[in-house]
């Protein structure tokens, strides 16, 4: 089993973390301060998401 792959891209002056196994992005979260986790899950399918993956894709190649 291989560990989940972090990394952190900003899109439109937001940062974001993108998650990724060996599937492909599993999740995206931003920071969220004032939450008690500490950051927000973001819909795979919203137009930052789709940004974030694929800046991600670009950092990671």
Do not use: H, Y
């Amino acid at each position: 089993m291989t560990a989940p792959r972090k990394t952190i891209v900003t899109v439109g002056g937001q940062q974001f973390t993108v998650w990724a196994g060996p599937a492909g992005v599993t999740e995206v979260t931003k920071d969220a301060p004032r939450t008690r986790m500490g950051f927000r899950r973001v819909s795979l399918t919203s137009k930052n998401a789709k940004a974030a993956i694929a800046a991600a894709e670009g950092a990671a190649s």
